[in-house]
Nanobody
Framework: QLQLVESGGGLVQPGGSLRLSCAASGFTFDTYHIGWFRQAPGKEREGVSC????????NYAGSVKGRFTISRDNAKNTVYLQMNSLKPEDTAVYYC????????????????????WGQGTQVTVSS
């Protein structure tokens, strides 16, 4: 059974850091691209970052570029999102998902290209 489980969220002050993890099971992890998304209250889910199956290609939303870093360890079936210099507007539930359709990397920020979403992990940036 294919499953993704996010962890690592929490409450952090502005300017702080968090590292999110997305642990995968039930499929051949190193053959799939993975994306991170987030959804703030009252807003649509938006793409944050994505990484190719090998880890050699990455993309970022403009709002997080230079602050967030996506990586993966295929030996551990895990994708990470290192988030630095966090801002209150980064507050959201963060999700990871498997890229299953569409063109890569052009379509990597589109939710409809993904499936097998995790349950999400809450990130709150507040003083």
């Amino acid at each position: 059974q294919l499953q993704l489980v996010e962890s690592g969220g929490g409450l952090v002050q502005p300017g702080g850091s968090l590292r999110l993890s997305c642990a995968a099971s039930g499929f051949t992890f190193d053959t799939y691209h993975i994306g991170w998304f987030r959804q703030a209250p009252g807003k649509e889910r938006e793409g944050v970052s994505c990484i190719s199956s090998s880890g050699g290609s990455t993309n970022y939303a403009g709002s997080v570029k230079g602050r967030f870093t996506i990586s993966r360890d295929n030996a551990k079936n895990t994708v990470y999102l290192q988030m630095n210099s966090l801002k209150p507007e980064d507050t959201a539930v963060y999700y990871c998902a498997v890229f299953l359709r569409g063109w890569w990397p052009r379509g990597c920020s589109e939710t409809f290209n993904y499936d097998y979403w995790g349950q999400g992990t809450q990130v709150t940036v507040s003083s």
